[in-house]
């Protein structure tokens, strides 16, 4: 039995930072519910492949070197170009055509390595992720980052999003964010928030502008106390668990001190919401049908714009409604308030 209704779905995913693999270097990845490897060629191009040589086996990211713009197995020397196909085999004349490996289209854009992930190899890139323009121009201090590993389903985190009555629950927070828009469009997903902030000289408005594209990247856009940048990955390590990045970027205050302060406080505050909203995620069942109030946010319109990265379908013919967690032994005693107490994934 699936944990989940829904397969992983395909898109544009974080798998590393670009300076994680330097020119010349392998580093063995999992995401996809894969081995991969990513590597970088003399010419800086970063590639990320299949990670096992089609010869015996061998996996590339261990052991794998860079040969000008191919990569050498560590096993027995073949040789494969950035298409993945076999170009040298050390000790004979001839190449094997049959021994090709898989590769998977990257880009690296505001400050990400992305993959382009679908389960049909054929499928390539079916959308762009823009490059953000504050982070050209010197103003934006950053990033911090943090980065957490959840087991849940990518669509369970991204639900967050849409979900305001929670945050006063889970989050303890005064207020709760207000959704005002929530526009659809092809791959993107564009929401507008309104969250009020007590100050000191009275409450303030303060927005929040969220761009989905697919359900790999979103640039958030926090404005009103201080202007702050986040731009944020969940990539699926497989169907029931994810891998989270945020990378903040802070608009400059005037003085570098002021702005770090302020940029560690919105992070430190972003990064308690999420590790009390881990065991919730963890912790809950999947409803496909779920009793909503008439004041909650836009679930079935989420839900309706994730389904078009399931490639593979949904759980058709499953006449189940609700898809529990498995029994995690380990996990009995965990509540929100304790897993904020000891986080258990570090931020970076
Ligand atoms: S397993 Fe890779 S060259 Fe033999
Ligand atoms: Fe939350």
Known sequence: MSRYPFPIPFGWFQVCEPD??????????????????????????????????????????????????????????????DEGTNVDIPYSTRTNKRAKIRTYPTLEVNGKALVWFHPDP?????????????????????PIRTRHTVMAHAQELGENAVDSAHFRYVHNTAEVPEITDYVTEGPVADMRSIQRFPTP???????????????????????GIVDTLLVSSTTPIDAESSETRFDFYTRSLGDAET????????????????????????HKAHLTRPALADTDGPFMAFRKWYQQFYAEGTAEG???????????????????????????????
Not at 52 to 62: Q, Y
Not at 123 to 139: H, N, R, S
Not at 201 to 210: C, L, M, N, P, T
């Open 201 to 223: 000289r009275g409450v303030v408005d303060g927005k929040i502008e969220s761009l989905g594209y697919g359900p790999g990247v979103s640039i958030v856009r926090f404005s």
């Open 259 to 282: 702005t770090s302060n302020v940029a560690q406080a919105f992070v430190a505050e972003v990064d308690r919401q999420f590790l009390e909203d881990m065991p919730v995620w963890e």
């Open 122 to 142: 054929e499928v390539g890139p079916q959308w762009d992720i823009p490059a953000l323009p504050e982070l050209e121009g010197g103003e934006f201090h950053g």
């Open 318 to 348: 499953d006449e189940r409604t609700l898809f529990p967690p498995p029994y995690w032994p380990e996990k009995m005693d965990e509540t929100p308030a304790k897993a904020t107490a000891s986080a258990r994934h570090g931020g970076s």
């Open 20 to 81: 994680e693999v330097a020119t010349g270097a392998t580093k063995a990845l999992f995401y996809f519910d894969r081995h991969l490897v990513a590597w970088r060629d003399e010419e800086a191009h970063l590639h990320v492949m299949d990670a096992f040589c089609p010869h015996l086996g061998a996996h590339l990211g261990h052991g794998g070197t860079v040969e000008g713009c191919e990569i050498q197995c560590p096993f027995h020397g073949w040789r494969f170009d």
